[in-house]
T-cell receptor, first 113, second 114 residues
Framework: SQTIHQWPATLVQPVGSPLSLECTVE??????LYWYRQAAGRGLQLLFYSVGIGQISSEVPQNLSASRPQDRQFILSSKKLLLSDSGFYLCAWAKGRLTDTQYFGPGTRLTVL | AQSVTQLDSQVPVFEEAPVELRCNYSSSVSVYLFWYVQYPNQGLQLLLK??????LVKGINGFEAEFNKSQTSFHLRKPSVHISDTAEYFC????????????FGQGTTLQVKP
């Protein structure tokens, strides 16, 4: 069966510090991968998605970036965090076909102080 | 472009009462429709989805939703809720012509009271 992992589970970082969140998927190959952010009182915002190694599409201009160094690994990064980067970050995967369900990881709670 | 509107930010209801969570969408192209549930500090779990065929879709935990194309709605219903249904519920659409990106509504918090 497939599983999706995210770490860390929680993170408190000062403004201006770097960020690296990791997401890995097990039990499937060549998945579509997604990063979402959920800010307090708001819905989910798609940040990045990837259909293959090294292929990243950005949905929202911001100081975040994403990379996919391996087939089942998706990394969200920032060089300098802003207060507005605080939120709940969710990684998801799908088999790639248009009708496939997206399966979500447990999320990372990021607080920028 | 597509958008999703969940008309109620919070829905309080007593245990064993019926509930309806409303969702309306806007799209100029055909879409797929989804409902997800999120328990506190967890990821999202799929409740049900509409791709084609019967407009009444049954999902897990006794939930169902009905696709109404003329009203561009996809309301979620449950005839009798439990305390354990307390969670946040998200409606989402996926345009049928792209890489399966989901566009989410703002979410509805269902509060089931004893």
């Amino acid at each position: 069966s497939q599983t999706i992992h995210q770490w860390p589970a929680t993170l408190v970082q000062p403004v201006g510090s770097p960020l690296s969140l990791e997401c890995t998927v097990e039990g499937t190959s060549n998945p579509n991968l997604y990063w979402y952010r959920q800010a307090a009182g708001r819905g989910l915002q798609l940040l990045f998605y990837s259909v293959g190694i090294g292929q990243i599409s950005s949905e929202v201009p911001q100081n975040l970036s994403a990379s996919r160094p391996q087939d089942r690994q998706f990394i969200l990064s920032s060089k300098k965090l802003l207060l507005s980067d605080s939120g709940f970050y969710l990684c998801a995967w799908a088999k790639g076909r248009l009708t496939d369900t997206q399966y979500f990881g447990p999320g990372t709670r990021l607080t920028v102080l | 472009a597509q958008s999703v509107t969940q008309l109620d930010s919070q829905v309080p209801v007593f245990e064993e009462a019926p509930v309806e969570l409303r969702c309306n969408y806007s799209s100029s192209v055909s879409v797929y429709l989804f409902w997800y549930v999120q328990y506190p500090n967890q990821g999202l779990q799929l409740l049900l989805k509409y791709l084609s065929g019967s407009t009444l879709v049954k999902g897990i935990n006794g939930f169902e939703a009905e696709f109404n194309k003329s009203q561009t709605s996809f309301h979620l219903r449950k005839p009798s809720v439990h305390i354990s249904d307390t969670a946040e519920y998200f409606c989402a659409v996926s345009p049928s012509s792209n890489t399966g990106k989901l566009i989410f509504g703002q979410g509805t918090t269902l509060q089931v009271k004893p």
